[in-house]
C-alpha cells in the first residue's frame, strides 16, 4: 500500500498507510497509557511522567538507515499535534536535505523500540542510545523554541 499524504486536517503523516492507521485506532481504542518502563524510567530521573497523548506526532528522520547508530531522541514542548519529541539515528542532527518526518506515536515502536521506555520523560529530556550505551539528561534549552 502506497503512503498517504498529510490533507489538511487530515490524521495521517506523511508516511502513515490506512493499515497503519488502523493500527493507531485499535491502540487509540485500547487506551495509551504509561507503561511500567516508562514509570520506572520516569522514577529513576524523579519526573513526573508525561506521555505523549494519543494520535500526537513524533519528529523522525526516516531517511536514515535503522543500523545507524546512536538512536537520538530530544523532547521539546508540546505544541499542536506534535507531542514534542524529535527522533534520528547517527551522531548529527538532519539538516536540510535529511528532514524530520511526522510519524504518530503509536508506529514509533516500528521504528525505534528502544526508545519505548523513555517515552514519557517530560519536555526538556534528551536520550542517546546504543548498544551497551545509554546517556540520559534534562536540558531546560530544549523549552526554548
Aim: charged share 20%.
Amino acid at each position: 500500500m502506497s503512503p498517504t499524504p498529510i490533507d489538511g486536517g487530515d490524521h495521517r503523516p506523511a508516511l502513515c498507510s490506512m493499515t497503519q492507521c488502523s493500527a493507531v485506532r485499535a491502540k487509540i481504542a485500547t487506551g495509551f497509557r504509561v507503561s511500567a518502563a516508562q514509570r520506572d524510567m520516569c522514577r529513576r530521573f524523579a519526573v513526573e511522567p508525561s506521555p505523549p497523548g494519543q494520535q500526537t506526532m513524533v519528529g523522525f528522520a526516516l531517511s536514515r538507515p535503522r543500523e545507524l547508530e546512536p538512536l537520538n531522541a530530544l523532547r521539546h514542548p508540546i505544541a499542536g499535534s506534535s507531542n514534542g519529541w524529535f527522533v534520528w539515528r547517527g551522531p548529527a542532527i538532519p539538516q536540510e536535505d535529511d528532514k524530520f518526518a511526522p510519524l504518530h506515536v503509536e508506529h514509533l515502536d516500528e521504528y525505534a523500540p528502544e526508545l519505548g521506555p523513555y517515552l514519557a520523560l517530560p519536555p526538556g529530556w534528551g536520550v542517546v542510545l546504543a548498544p551497551d550505551y545509554e546517556d540520559v539528561w534534562y536540558d531546560e534549552t530544549l523549552l526554548d523554541v
